[in-house]
């Protein structure tokens, strides 16, 4: 995954390993993690999940989340990311 900017790019894979069917998510930074939580309801709000390529990688554009951590200008490429079912959000640890 890349966070670049207040942006999060998820790749097609993750994309149909974890939020498959899922059109938005909730975008937070907690505990020196960024986490991305499927939003199921339109109603619940969230942000929208847009279609980057004809590849269907995405991207979650949230730049108030990144600003109120002081990480507006943030970017990271390449970062691990893993399942948590505590959380029950894809989970990646800031550096």
Not at 20 to 39: H, N, Q, T
């Amino acid at each position: 995954m890349d966070i670049r900017r207040g942006s999060v790019y998820l790749p097609v894979s993750v994309v149909e390993t974890y939020f498959r069917g899922i059109d938005s998510v909730i975008v937070i930074i907690r505990d020196g993690a960024v986490l991305v939580l499927p939003v199921h309801h339109a109603a619940a709000g969230g942000c929208l999940l847009k279609i980057r390529n004809a590849a269907g990688d995405r991207v979650a554009t949230t730049p108030d989340v990144f600003a109120a951590h002081d990480l507006a200008d943030f970017t990271a490429m390449d970062m691990p990311a893993q399942w948590s079912a505590a959380d029950g959000a894809l989970r990646v640890p800031l550096p």
